[in-house]
């Protein structure tokens, strides 16, 4: 029978709140389940229920006792399938695959040339993908959703890449689209830096109560991603956090942006801008990774110019500080993961331009997970698209108040 519209719009939400506690968990009972998720134990109990009936959960056995009855376990079955996860620098692709549980089947890191194009860089991924799921046995049926954090500006309602400085080939590309060709799976396309935000936040700072939280990536380029009240927020068009094309006061480069603005933050703080700086003082690098290097060998103009890049960063982190008033700012990328450099300048200039009320309990620290925060976070990001996609296999239309039993991977429709 047919919920009251207004009720049948909150049930796929708790639905999803249930599958995430699970897999957080790997395997959990009803009792944590209400813990977790806040619901009320008869909402868990006719939830769990519908899903056990739907396949989208298992009964394992009863769990260890903690001093009453022992409950009994909820896992994910084992054919529910896998999601794919990744991540794309200016010269990185970092994917991974893992199951519901989020247990890494299989990943790897490729060096890629961005400016080479989507079908090219997509292509070079998906054969990477395709030869390792054959090296561990796993079929690319098994992938259920895919989710792409990418380095540039997104329509995220769409998957569309929308004007990319210096990258050809990707201007207007559907994503979603090209990677459903060569996987077989639905897919969701975010801001890299986005996907970064997510993954921190959910697996080190939401554990610690934190709701508000900026997360710097600064390496090649330099954006932002902001988590509000515990989510992402991307703005109107998906382009909120764009802080690399924010104008640094009193600068006077002469340097032309991309965006084709002056005294830009990327034109003087990036990876790229560093790489300007160093080759100017007489130093063969060609990439902000070699930038870091630099300044990990203890070298000094090097260690220097990421502490001025660290003080133009807080000139602007300084006011956005001010108006969102962060609980936490992460630094992440290949210069933010650098600790005491960049952070020095950094801190420096976001406490002189800030106000007191907005700094007081501000905490400015580098990225807990480093390289596995895009990954991290772009698991996540596929595993809300899986769980959609399944809870629509596996559920009755009008449902959500009846489900239609679905034992098995074939009969949820996805073999």
């Known amino acids: 029978m047919p919920l009251p519209p207004d009720e049948a719009k909150v049930v796929p939400a708790e639905y999803k709140a249930l599958l995430r506690t699970v897999s957080a968990a790997g395997q959990t009972t009803r009792p944590e389940l209400v813990a977790q998720s806040g619901l009320p134990r008869s909402s868990v109990a006719a939830r769990v229920k519908e899903l056990l009936d ?12 903690t001093g009453g009855r022992r409950a009994t ?5 084992p054919d529910m399938g896998m999601v794919l996860a990744l991540e794309l620098g200016s010269t990185h692709a970092r994917w991974r695959v893992s199951t519901f549980a989020q247990e890494v089947v299989a990943g790897a890191e490729l060096t890629v040339t961005i400016s080479a194009g989507s079908r090219k860089v997509l292509g070079q991924v998906a054969a990477s993908v395709s030869a390792a799921l054959e090296g561990v046995g796993v079929s690319k049926g098994a992938i259920r959703a895919c989710a792409l954090g990418f380095p540039g500006p997104v329509d995220f309602r769409v998957g569309r890449v929308t004007g990319p400085p210096n990258m050809a080939g990707w201007d207007h590309a559907t994503l979603p689209e090209l ?7 639905p897919a969701v396309v975010d801001n890299d830096v986005n996907i970064m935000a997510l993954g921190e936040h959910r697996a080190v700072w939401r554990p610690e109560g934190v709701d508000n939280l900026l ?10 991603g902001i988590i509000a009240d515990g989510e992402v927020f991307r703005g109107a068009d998906g382009t909120a956090g ?21 005294n830009c933050l990327e034109v003087l703080a990036s990876g790229k801008a560093l790489v300007r700086r160093l080759r100017a003082h007489g130093y063969e690098v060609a990439t902000a990774t070699e930038v870091a290097q630099l300044v990990l060998s203890g070298d000094v103009v090097a260690m220097n110019a990421v502490r001025d890049a660290g003080r133009a ?24 993961s650098l600790g005491v450099p960049l952070l020095a300048g950094l801190r420096e200039a976001v406490y002189a331009q800030a106000t007191m009320f907005s700094t007081r309990h501000l905490r400015i620290v580098p990225s807990r997970l480093g390289r596995d925060a895009g990954p991290r976070g772009a698991t996540l990001l596929a595993l809300e698209l899986a769980y959609d996609e399944a809870i629509r296999r596996s559920m009755t239309v009008d449902g959500f108040g009846g489900s239609t039993p679905a034992t098995s991977a074939k009969a949820r429709g996805w073999e």
Not at 54 to 65: H, I, K, W, Y
Not at 73 to 77: I, M, N
Not at 179 to 185: E, R, T
């Open 179 to 185: 990677m459903a060709d060569w996987m077989g799976a």
């Open 242 to 262: 764009e802080v690399g094309h924010m104008h640094v006061a009193g600068s006077q480069s002469t340097e032309l942006c991309s965006c084709g603005g002056n």
């Open 215 to 224: 997360f710097i990536k600064h390496g090649t380029g330099i954006g932002c």
């Open 313 to 336: 960063l807080g000139e602007i982190m300084g006011g956005i500080v001010n108006f969102f008033n962060p609980s936490v700012l992460v630094t992440g990328g290949s210069i933010g």
């Open 73 to 77: 376990g909820l896992a994910f079955p």
């Open 54 to 65: 739907g396949g989208l959960l298992v009964e394992t056995g009863q769990t260890e006792s």
